[in-house]
């Protein structure tokens, strides 16, 4: 994992239809539309929540190991492409990819409904903030996919297909326009020619998301210090706000959301306990924990002190490895099944799975991007709250960015060093 200045973050889309009183009711913009909630059958909540689930065991794989770097990508993205993948696979290749998207080949119909209502509704819920989600589907011209296959990524996915000559060499060119085009020009170059040279296919999704605080931070910017947990003290921006947040906490960690525009999305800072290691914070988040933070029961509301990091994070990661360790085996092989994709041909495998990313937060709000290319190749305890509070951000943390009424994860991070 090749990963630039040092943090994570992880939107997550944690639904709350009613539970945030400070929230629903803060906004100080007045030309904004009222919050929307996203109507989700029981079936697509529990897609959403595996998905979830997955998202979070991804972001634990990518936050292990790599010592007090910071982690930045979008768990959203990860699950479109693989999602849209599972759908052009079959046999065992299939099985195994569901799998680690918490759902079944039975469930695969509610699954595709619930990326499409997540496609769909997420960017028009708030016109103060900014969402686009884009996907595309690149094949090789020898590649002849199913009529199933392409008609549910057209209608579910909105994903519009492009066709190239195999090893064109203009590919690598011709994605990384998409990409620009896709990013606002935040991501230029997703891929280099060497990386897609024998490229069967290729699924490129990308995301943006730009939001207004819905109350801006109310104290000042000042200098101050980051404890780090083994490169001592660091001196970081901290901005500083005063008033009634809601804060749930579980045995490991606490958190509390800020919300942008009119409280469609907020980004929820994850602050382990006293004495607990981060990574073992972010370890202990799983799709039953999430939902327990975010329960409407979990919620208390303090007046609170916050202190925050400006930041300002790039990076990159290789998912191969991480899916493998997820249980993603053999569409890592030459036994993977890509047969809805490629029209029978065998001997593709998923070779490369690359994602960039970018985050910025300070005093006015915060932006975040990722894009993400998988290509198919040939293969020869918690503390004794009080009712006033302060909540600093002044050691390692986690956050994650979220769409309330769906819970959809869309980003997710962890912060060693701001």
């Keep these: 994992m090749k990963l630039k200045k040092l943090f994570i973050i992880a939107v997550l889309a944690a639904g709350f239809v009613s539970c945030d009183s400070d929230e629903a009711g803060s906004v100080n913009q007045q030309d904004n539309k009222p919050r929307l909630n996203i109507p989700l059958s029981s079936t697509e909540s529990a897609a959403v929540a595996n998905t979830n689930g997955f998202g979070l065991r991804l972001f634990e794989s990518l936050s292990s190991g790599v010592g007090e770097q910071n982690v930045f990508f979008s768990p959203l993205i990860s699950s479109l492409n693989l999602s849209l993948l599972a759908n052009g696979s079959a046999g065992e290749t299939r099985s195994e990819i569901l799998a680690a998207l918490g759902v079944d080949d039975s469930q695969i119909g509610d699954l595709n409904t619930a990326m499409h209502k997540i496609i769909t509704s997420l960017p028009g819920a708030d016109n103060m903030a900014e969402l686009t989600l ?104 901290m901005m500083n706000d005063h008033r009634d947040y809601n804060i749930s906490t579980s045995d490991k960690v606490s958190m509390l959301k800020k919300p942008f525009g009119n409280g469609s999305f907020s980004i929820a800072f994850l602050l382990p306990h006293e004495g607990i290691a981060l990574g073992d914070a972010i370890k202990s988040l799983d799709a039953d924990s999430w939902s327990a933070l975010t329960d409407v029961d979990a919620l208390k509301l303090y007046n609170v002190t916050l202190s925050v990091p400006r930041l ?95 819970k959809v994860i869309m980003f997710a991070g962890k912060v060693e060093c701001p």
């Design 312 to 406: 300002d994070i790039t990076a990159e990661c290789d998912l191969i490895p991480h899916y493998d360790k997820l249980g993603i085996h053999e569409a890592l092989t030459d036994n993977a099944d890509f047969s809805n994709i490629t029209g029978g041909k065998g001997g593709v495998a998923l070779q490369l799975s690359l994602q960039k990313a970018k985050f910025t937060m300070d005093e006015d709000g915060a932006k975040a991007v990722a894009a993400q290319i998988d290509a198919g190749m040939p293969i020869d305890a918690g503390p004794d709250w009080t009712e006033k509070k302060d909540f600093r951000l002044d050691r390692p943390f986690a956050f994650v960015i979220l769409e309330n009424s769906t």
């Design 134 to 237: 884009a996907s595309s589907l690149w094949l090789a011209d020898f590649c002849h996919p199913s009529a199933a296959f392409t008609g549910v990524s057209a209608d579910s996915y909105k994903s519009a297909i492009h066709t190239y000559p195999f090893r064109s060499p203009t590919l690598a060119a011709d994605i990384n326009k998409w990409c620009a085009d896709n990013t606002g020009g935040a991501i230029k170059q997703l891929v280099q020619q060497s990386q897609v040279n024998n490229s069967v296919f290729c699924i490129l999704g990308a995301t943006v998301f730009s939001g207004q605080w819905a109350n801006k931070f109310s104290g000042e910017t000042v200098d101050d210090v980051f404890y780090t947990t083994n490169q001592g003290e660091r001196s970081v921006k």
